[in-house]
């Protein structure tokens, strides 16, 4: 029999390297596209659910309230934050042009299309929906998902609907209230305090920054949160094992959420521009 030499293992490494990274590559395709189906069946059953009921109202108005109100006060500082921050790049980058008035467009602009809704629903993807995660992950790993079925309750529609209504609903006031936060923010700081005049700043920002920008905008809010809900309650019901399993969940659905809303912005946005293309050719 012949021995094998290191000259003959150097030349088989970089095959077994290139099998290896096609098998990783062909494996998550696969896990890819089993996630699109699972969310596709979970969105079936919920609207299923719902056409035969309404959600319950205590367990609707309760998701409401952790959702939308508890979020407020990191969703305004942030559009406030980010208003700010826009406000100082376009003054000292138009300050050079004798175009300072032209800040308040800009600013706008950029909050009501991009930064407010994907920034609101980065931060709702961390903190509500890794939320959902823990609790129905906590559920499931306690058998009480399991003791819903066996009283003849649908879990979908007692856990999972209620929060995906209430983030599709949501959504689109949070990210409205982070732009106007961000808006006024900069506006405060540009004609209050870096002497910005006012009445040009407010003109040129109506006129550069349509009815179309801001309901575009605000259009994307919904889509979001519905993908936001059904990726988290995907992972919760997905939970295994004890608080590891939980831990696990929690991650999958913030990193799974942020990156879906990184994706479906983009996507949105070529939309967006497409129609506008076609309506106002």
Request: glycine share 10%.
């Amino acid at each position: 029999m012949a021995r094998t030499t290191y000259l003959d293992l150097a030349r088989l490494r970089p095959m077994h390297q290139g099998k290896g990274l096609l098998a990783r590559l062909g494996r998550s395709v696969l896990e890819f596209l089993a996630a699109v189906g699972e969310l596709h069946a979970l969105f079936r059953q919920c609207v299923q659910s719902l056409l035969r009921n309404r959600p319950q109202g205590p367990v609707f108005l309760t998701q409401l309230y952790h959702i939308g109100y508890l979020s407020l006060p990191i969703v305004l500082v942030t559009g406030a934050s980010m208003g700010l921050v826009m406000a100082v790049q376009s003054y000292a980058t138009l300050h050079r042009f004798n175009a300072d008035n032209i800040a308040g467009a800009m600013v706008m602009y950029s909050l009501v299309t991009q930064i407010g809704p994907s920034m609101t629903a980065l931060l709702v993807a961390g903190r509500v929906g890794s939320n959902i995660a823990a609790e129905l992950g906590t559920m499931k790993v306690t058998e009480q998902i399991d003791a819903l079925r066996v009283m003849g309750t649908d879990p979908v529609a007692y856990l999972v609907a209620p929060r995906v209504v209430a983030l599709t609903l949501l959504m689109p006031l949070l990210g409205a209230l982070a732009g106007f936060a961000g808006t006024w923010a900069g506006a405060i700081l540009l004609t209050g305090l870096w002497g910005v005049d006012p009445g040009a700043y407010w003109h040129l920002t109506q006129q550069y920054v349509s009815t179309w920008d801001v309901m575009m905008g605000v259009a994307k809010c919904p889509v979001l949160g519905l993908m936001m809900g059904l990726i988290a309650c995907r992972a919760g019901l997905q939970t295994r094992g004890g608080a590891t399993g939980v831990g696990e969940s929690c991650t999958r659905a913030v990193v799974q959420g942020s990156m879906m809303v990184l994706v479906m912005n983009f996507v949105l946005t070529l939309l967006t521009n497409k129609l506008f293309n076609l309506i106002y050719r």
